[in-house]
């Protein structure tokens, strides 16, 4: 305990890391609780305080951050942040940046999103910000350098390249490659040189007329981020709970139009898959076509200068026989969802037409 402490006065208060140390702590206890209050109240405890309503109206933890961010900003402002007042007014800022980006994804969709898919940004944006203060609070600038030091320029090369580095891996989607990139230089210029993940803007900009670069990172996006994209969504799921497949809360436009979209999606599926189909039966129509022309052409001698009358002879009597059973053409293929008419419903309106002539 006693080194503890030491240490603590050695590279905190000695080093003047003091309010931004609370800062810290104050970003991630405001976080932790706030997530078990919403997973208690989800999971409607009874002895759990819950939602504050007056009249009606829900009141987001949000509302209360930005009292929290207000009061901690202009504190600081008001005391010329002289000690010990910067002090309380860091942790309290930090337990404002806590509340108000865990509700990140409401702000940025303006909608009610929290326990949706959207909003597991929320989670990004408070991890990126502990992320960051976290890099800030190790050292004034990356690799360690003082600002009181000698300048060497060398360094300084190498500090710009490896920033300029860590800008291209956020770019092409390298979220915590480009942030843990700021203090390990390597892992950065390896995200860099790296393909781009096919939703990021580096794709959208570089590899729209690269089709084969395009094709390269999507197989590499299915082979490699699959795994990291489960154990990411495991421990979302167990810092922030599972989001709600269909949440209770979500609009009735948004349910219309999720709708509308899993049908466009099904018929665009089943338009594919009919196209598909019919360039197969019209493939394998030309097939057999040639196979009955060359034997056609092979007996000849037989039918004299006609060769091709056993052939329009057998096309015509096919036709002649669907057309007659009441059945449309069919082909070699058939689109998959497209059930086949029974028998007995052919023979049916066969006897029926029969009947009727």
């Not at 030491?6 to 208060?13: P, Q, T």
């Not at 969504?233 to 809360?249: H, Q």
């Not at 002879?313 to 689109?335: D, F, L, M, N």
Request: hydrophobic content about 45%; charged content about 20%.
């Amino acid at each position: 305990m006693t080194t503890l402490l030491d240490g603590y006065r050695e590279h905190i208060v000695a080093a003047h890391k003091q309010p931004l140390f609370l800062l810290l702590v104050g970003f991630i206890t405001s976080f932790v609780f706030i997530r078990f209050s919403v997973r208690m109240i989800r999971a409607q405890v009874r002895w759990w305080p819950g939602n504050v309503t007056p009249g009606g109206l829900h009141i987001h933890h949000m509302v209360f951050g930005l009292g929290f961010l207000l009061a901690g900003g202009v504190g600081v402002f008001a005391t010329y942040g002289g000690h010990p007042w910067i002090d309380w007014f860091g942790l309290v800022f930090g337990i404002g940046c806590g509340l108000v980006l865990d509700e990140f994804a409401l702000i940025l969709h303006l909608d009610d999103v929290y326990w949706s898919e959207q909003g597991r940004k929320s989670v990004d944006a408070v991890i990126c910000g502990i992320l960051f203060t976290a890099l800030l609070l190790v050292g004034y600038v990356p690799l360690g350098v003082v600002p009181s030091q000698e300048t060497r320029w060398g360094l300084i090369t190498v500090i710009s390249v490896n920033a300029l580095a860590s800008v291209i891996s956020l770019i092409k989607g390298k979220l915590w490659t480009g942030l843990l990139g700021i203090m390990v230089p390597g892992l950065s210029w390896i995200g860099a040189v790296r393909l781009a993940r096919p939703s990021s803007p580096w794709a959208r900009w570089r590899y729209a007329k690269r089709p084969r670069r395009r094709a390269r990172a999507l197989r590499r996006e299915r082979r490699l981020h699959r795994r990291a994209d489960r154990a990411r969504t495991w421990l979302f799921d167990l810092i922030a709970g599972a989001p709600d497949k269909v949440p209770a809360n979500h609009p009735a436009a948004h349910r219309v139009a999720e709708r509308m979209a899993a049908r466009a999606t099904a018929h665009l599926d089943a338009h594919a898959a009919r196209a598909l189909a019919r360039r197969q039966a019209r493939l394998a129509d030309r097939r057999s076509a040639a196979a009955v022309g060359a034997a056609g052409a092979a007996e000849g001698g037989a039918y004299g200068a006609g060769g091709s009358g056993p052939v329009r002879s057998h096309g015509a009597r096919q036709r002649r026989r669907t057309v007659r059973a009441g059945r449309s053409r069919t082909y070699a293929v058939r689109p998959t969802g497209v059930e086949r008419r029974s028998e007995r419903h052919l023979q049916l309106r066969t006897r029926t037409r029969r009947i009727h002539r």
